[in-house]
């Protein structure tokens, strides 16, 4: 938070990086293609920039891995027009999902989220997308390859992407994200399982612990999801000239996505709702039964602490202590009160 506050009184637009370095060198990774051809280099410094083409009907995509080399971002801005707002969001890494549209291009924030199973605790990484005719910008805050799958599909030119323009190329980025958000979301369904298991097996020792943990784990998925459905709805629905018509049925299927994605998230907090109680249930159940013993042995011993009592009296005339066996007829007594209380509180399935 001390590097969003070096921001205030800056004017609109001041390109202040505001994360945490996750790469040690940035890396630009150029990808040009159309339906008949394909060219792929990467670079780590911008003063070797290939720049893109004037011709529309071929995409020119810069992927940039690495976010704290600010003069790196300004120099792409300045060189593709790219707005001074846009070029300020992208370096304020504590920005929500959202979707922006420009004189000159449109402009989207996704988060991509990361599930480690072993710490039970979610990452998210901010994504910028910056797109127009015949051009998309991608900003990642890591080296982290996200958008392998459809870098291959590009390479291979498998599907109609090859034949499709940026726009295309944007909803196939963020469709890779949120098809990441089930993967995640199956992740953390087995955690869910093994936690549910643990408590079945009377192994849930931390369960409590998993289960609240988790549930704030969550959160961190819902306040990603939320706000991007509410981008992809925006973007479905626009009429910007950067977005062709074709493209649009597949923009609406990926809010469709989004919006599956909110309702596993509800579902799992209230799977995990009903973990907490199925918890505290054992817990009661246990205890119960402990209860359930300490009072059968209690009401056992209840009659042999008063024979035991009587006898042990410091009266002189009991006339049983005169009695040569007595001693062995008491303990027989006893015995047969302890096993005839065992019987009978069997008979009654109060054990």
Do not use: C
Request: aromatic letters at 12%.
């Amino acid at each position: 938070m001390a590097k969003r506050k070096k921001k205030v009184g800056l004017p609109p637009g001041s390109i202040i990086f505001t994360g945490n370095q996750k790469v040690e060198k940035v890396l630009l990774h150029y990808l040009q293609y159309d339906s008949e051809q394909f060219k792929e280099d990467t670079f780590d410094n911008h003063s070797e920039l290939i720049l893109a083409n004037d011709d529309e009907s071929i995409v020119d995509w810069y992927d940039i891995r690495g976010l704290h080399d600010t003069g790196l971002i300004e120099t792409l801005g300045k060189q593709f027009q790219v707005h001074p707002l846009i070029l300020e969001d992208v370096v304020d890494t504590h920005q929500r999902p959202k979707y922006e549209e420009y004189p000159k291009g449109v402009f989207l924030i996704v988060h991509a989220i990361h599930f480690d199973a072993d710490k039970v605790e979610i990452s998210k990484e901010q994504v910028g997308i910056y797109f127009r005719k015949g051009l998309i910008l991608s900003f990642q805050e890591s080296d982290t390859d996200l958008f392998e799958p459809v870098r291959k599909r590009v390479q291979m030119g498998r599907g109609r992407i090859r034949q499709r323009g940026a726009d295309y190329l944007a909803y196939a980025l963020i469709d890779t994200l949120v098809d990441n958000y089930f993967e995640v979301m199956n992740r953390v369904e087995e955690v869910i399982e093994s936690i549910e298991d643990s408590i079945l097996l009377s192994e849930g020792h931390h369960a409590k612990e998993r289960i609240h943990g988790l549930k704030k784990e969550l959160m961190v998925i819902r306040k990603s999801i939320a706000p991007l459905r509410e981008a992809i709805s925006r973007f479905s629905r626009a009429e910007s000239p950067f977005i062709e018509e074709s493209s649009t049925v597949y923009i609406r299927d990926l809010y469709d996505h989004t919006i599956q994605v909110m309702d596993v998230v509800e579902s799992y907090r209230d799977m995990l709702n009903g973990l907490q109680d199925l918890y505290l249930s054992e817990i009661s159940f246990r205890m119960n039964q402990v209860m359930q013993v300490l009072t059968i042995i209690t009401t056992i011993f209840v009659p042999l602490s008063f024979l035991a009592g009587l006898y042990g009296m410091n009266f002189e005339f009991i006339p049983e202590l005169k009695f040569r066996y007595g001693y062995f007829v008491l303990l027989g007594v006893m015995l047969l009160i302890f096993i005839g209380s065992l019987i009978y509180f069997r008979r009654k399935k109060w054990f």
